[in-house]
């Protein structure tokens, strides 16, 4: 992939699927890189690194100036690898022309309750869900939805106020919390939906759920691979990811067919996209469709089969062929994650990162988090580092990812006082001392 373009790509970017350093990476030799970049803790972090990678053009939150401002800049592409841009870089494109997701597709993948409703309308999917403004709204939800439900903000990612609800009482619990403002929404409300729960017979902590990781272009959709999942930590936080996932070749069709149903549903044409699929007794169901890259699937992508999604991204923007099949990896390549609690702390210190580097079977460990940072607690995926390796088959994955986790040790410092935690057990609820 060695294209050269002379007017270059824009991308919208925040905190997103992959790092300032992956896109500029990712998008070298593609013409010159324009950050449009809106004002966030994040980017102001980022800002010097942004402006070492590529020109940077400060969003001003004004829809009419912004449009000016990158029609002034004629570039040949517009994208973004980040959740929250999704309706901004929908609208710059088409302002200026330039091929996305739709205004309205981009609107369908960033508000989960009209993603649904439009999934059960088309057919594609049938789970059961309503908007919730308030409390007013709860029992005719329920009526419809019925127990036992999840309850998640309409706009949102990382599990961020997502509760589930078996009866009245959790019901009143937990509208009380998200409802009277001692929680940020994040968006317009909440979602209420069924729960969906996940087959039978799933291998101990493996998760009953997968993504599949697609391109979209003018030739129609290529699914790159399906992403297998290790178990959830309570209630719904991710700890990790693996490929390829562990599916029978009969059930791998049937999570393909159902994302593809989605995909077309939702209007998606252009771009990559990150479907979440959870496996029941009734088969393949949609958690929801993501119009972007997956979280940290660029590092799969690169390591199990040699291929940079973040290139692969800029390519399909700027309308250039792309030739890919699904990605092949020769072993079963990983990624885990170690959870901050769900109360908040301080990381006060972390034990064996340099034994869990010569475990056998890990290729790799970076901390994310370091001591004497604040975690702020809730039930929002908080990822404390990322854990990397390969092993030959899945049935060994487990015991690779346990024997590494045996070299950890975090330090957390609760208002009562401090507590020393085995890696492994971050996987139940963290209780703070007294």
């Not at 990322?386 to 049935?395: F, M, P, T, Y």
């Not at 009562?416 to 007294?434: H, Q, S």
């Amino acid at each position: 992939m060695t294209t050269t373009v002379s007017g270059g790509l824009a991308v919208v970017y925040d905190k997103g699927a992959v790092s300032a350093a992956e896109i500029g990476r990712g998008l070298a030799g593609l013409g010159r890189v324009t950050f449009l970049v809106a004002a966030s803790d994040h980017t102001a972090r980022l800002g010097q690194v942004l402006a070492r990678l590529g020109d940077v053009v400060r969003l001003t939150g004004d829809p009419d100036a912004d449009a000016a401002a990158v029609r002034a800049l004629e570039p040949d592409a517009i994208t973004t690898y980040s959740e929250p841009m999704l309706r901004t870089t929908a609208r710059l494109a088409e302002a200026t022309g330039l091929p996305f997701h739709e205004a309205a597709t981009a609107l369908l993948l960033t508000d989960k309750a009209r993603q649904r409703a439009t999934l059960r309308e088309a057919g594609a999917d049938d789970v059961r869900s309503r908007p919730l403004t308030g409390p007013v709204d709860w029992p005719e939800a329920i009526a419809e939805v019925g127990y036992p439900a999840i309850v998640k903000p309409v706009c949102g990612e990382g599990s961020r106020d997502t509760h589930t609800v078996a009866d009245e009482d959790e019901a009143r619990a937990v509208l009380s919390r998200l409802m009277d403002g001692r929680v940020a929404s994040g968006g317009p409300g909440f979602v209420v939906e069924e729960l969906l729960t996940g087959r039978p017979g799933q291998p101990f902590g493996l998760g009953d759920y997968v993504s599949v990781e697609s391109a979209v272009g003018p030739d129609g959709v290529t699914h790159l691979a399906v992403t297998g999942k290790f178990r959830l930590v309570p209630p719904f936080r991710e700890v990790g990811q693996f490929w390829p996932a562990a599916l029978p070749d009969d059930e791998h069709e049937e999570v393909l067919r159902l994302t593809t149903r989605a995909l077309r549903a939702l209007g998606v044409t252009t771009g990559l996209t990150h479907t979440e699929i959870k496996l029941t007794a009734r088969g393949p169901r949609v958690i929801e469709v993501n119009g972007r890259l997956g979280g940290h699937v660029n590092e799969l992508a690169r390591r199990a089969a040699g291929v940079d999604l973040v290139r692969v991204g800029g390519l399909l923007a700027l309308g250039k062929p792309v030739e890919l099949d699904p990605l092949r990896a020769d072993r079963v390549y990983f990624q885990y994650h170690n959870l901050a609690p769900t109360v908040p702390c301080e990381l006060a210190g972390v034990q064996g990162a340099e034994e869990v580097r010569r475990r056998p079977g890990v290729d790799g460990y970076r901390a994310f988090s370091r001591p004497g940072d604040r975690l702020p607690g809730g039930v929002m995926t908080q990822e404390m580092d990322i854990l990397i390796g390969a092993c030959d088959v899945h049935d060994t994955l487990l015991e690779v990812v346990d024997g590494a986790l045996d070299a950890l040790t975090y330090t957390f410092r609760f208002p009562g006082g401090t507590l020393r935690v085995p890696a492994a057990d971050l996987r139940a609820e963290v209780r703070p001392p007294r």
